[in-house]
C-alpha cells in the first residue's frame, strides 16, 4: 500500500532522505522517499504496517507528522 507523509517544516532533502531511511529500518517498509520542497515522505507499505508505526518513528526523530494518507495514483 503506497502512502503520503506530511511532515512539518523539513528543512532540507538531507533531513527527508534521513527520515526515509528510519523508515526503512520498520519491517515491512518496502520504499520511502522523501521530498523536503513539499514536506512529504512517500511510503510503500506491507499492511501489517500501521500509521502508528510510521508516525512513532518519525516522532522519534523529532519531526511533527501533520498527516499520513493513502497515497492515490493517477486513475483514482
Known sequence: MKKT???KDLCCQRCADHLAKKLLLIDG???AKGNYAKNLIFVDVADS???EMLK???T???MEVLSIEKRKGIFG
Open 29 to 31: 517498509v518496502r520504499a
Open 60 to 62: 522519534a526523530s523529532e
Open 5 to 7: 507523509i506530511k511532515i
Open 49 to 51: 504496517v500501521t500509521d
Open 56 to 58: 512513532e518513528t518519525l
